[in-house]
Structures are given as C-alpha cells and as structure tokens.
C-alpha cells in the first residue's frame, strides 16, 4: 500500500532563517506531488505541483519554492521566513492519471516567530 | 473559473442527530468531486468521491453525498452523527479541463458534536 510521510511535524522557526519541509511517498511511482497550505479558519491553498523529477509549478506568488530531488520525495523550501510564512503545510500525492483523488500527508505546523 | 462554496463555516448538531453539509462548485465540464474530512492538527482523509454514474455515492464512516447537477451541489449527509465526527469537513473538486490533479478546496464546515 502507498504512504506518504511528511517531517517535522511543528516547527518554529526565527524571521529570516531559512526552511525546509520534506514529503516523501511509498509503495507507487511517477506520482505528481503538491504542496498545501492551510491558514488558520482557511481552505486549503496549493502552493506547488510537480508532475515530475525537476518539474515544478508554482501556483502562487510568494517567499517559498519547491524541489523535487527524486520521484517521490518533495521539498519545500524558503531562504528567509517572514511571519506570513506561519501555517499548516500539506504533502499531497496522486496517480499520474488524470481525475484521481490525492492522499494527504499529516502535515507541519509552521509558527514564524 | 472553478470554485467550491460551503456556505456554512461553523454547524453544531447532537449527537444520533441527522447531519448535512453544504457545498456548491462553480465548474466548466463534469466535475469530479470529493469531501475530505480534517482532525485537528491531522491531514486530510478523504470521505468519498464522485466521477460518474450514480448520484448518490457511499463512503466511509458512514457518509454518503448526492450529485445535483441542476443545483451545482454535492451535499454530504450522515443519519446519525457520533461524537467522534467532530472535525473540519471539506468539499473539493477537480482537476480543471486540461490541468492535472489541482484539487479547488471550499473553506471548509466545522462540525462540532453535542452529547
């Protein structure tokens, strides 16, 4: 069966230092992976999707980018968090075809303090 | 442009009470639909889907859903709540017409369960 792990689970972190937020998936290959972010009384937000090793497409403007190293490990990254950074970030995978439903990881609490 | 609406942001309801959900998309093809299900502090599980044939779709936990294409709805229902349905409930839909897996998340309902 397929699995998705994302780490650490909270975290909080200084303005201006940097990030990183890892999401890797088990038991399937090729799967396209996203980045979600979750404000607080919000819906969810994608913020990245990949399709693909080195593939990434941004949804949003904003102070966070994303890399994907191997095909099923997703990065999300930031050089300087600002305050507006803080929220709930969800890993999420789905089979390469198209109309499928996406798994969701557990998530990170990010607090920029 | 797609979009998904729950018009209700907070709903309490007893417990062995009967429960609905609202939702309504705003979609240029057959939409795929989906709700998701949120504990606090947790992912997304999700409840079930639609993609087409019946309208009315079972899911997990006891939820089912109805598709009304005449009203753009895609209400979840459950005949008897259980306090542990407490959570965070949301509607989707997707993938746009020629866009991958980019699920449209509504703002979510926050169910709260009485006993």
């Known amino acids: 069966s397929q699995t998705i792990h994302q780490w650490p689970a909270t975290l909080v972190q200084p303005v201006g230092s940097p990030l990183s937020l890892e999401c890797t998936v088990e038991?399937?290959?090729?799967?396209?992976l996203y980045w979600y972010r979750q404000a607080a009384g919000r819906g969810l937000q994608l913020l990245f999707y990949s399709v693909g090793i080195g593939q990434i497409s941004s949804e949003v403007p904003q102070n966070l980018s994303a890399s994907r190293p191997q095909d099923r490990q997703f990065i999300l990254s930031s050089k300087k968090l600002l305050l507006s950074d803080s929220g709930f970030y969800l890993c999420a995978w789905s089979r390469r075809e198209v109309n499928t439903e996406a798994f969701f990881g557990q998530g990170t609490r990010l607090t920029v303090v | 442009a797609q979009s998904v609406t729950q018009p209700d942001i907070h709903i309490t309801v007893s417990e062995g009470a009967s429960l609905e959900l609202r939702c309504n998309y705003s979609?240029?093809?057959?939409?795929?639909l989906f709700w998701y299900v949120q504990s606090p502090g947790q992912g997304l599980q999700l409840l079930l889907k639609y993609f087409s044939g019946d309208t009315l779709v079972q899911g997990i936990k006891g939820f089912e859903a109805e598709f009304k294409r005449s009203q753009s709805s895609f209400n979840l229902r459950k005949p008897s709540v259980h306090w542990s349905d407490a959570a965070e409930y949301f509607c989707a839909v997707g993938p746009p017409p020629g866009g991958y897996n980019k699920l449209i998340f509504g703002a979510g309902t926050r169910l709260a369960v009485h006993p």
């Open positions: 038991g399937t290959s090729n799967p396209n």
């Open positions: 979609y240029g093809a057959t939409p795929y």
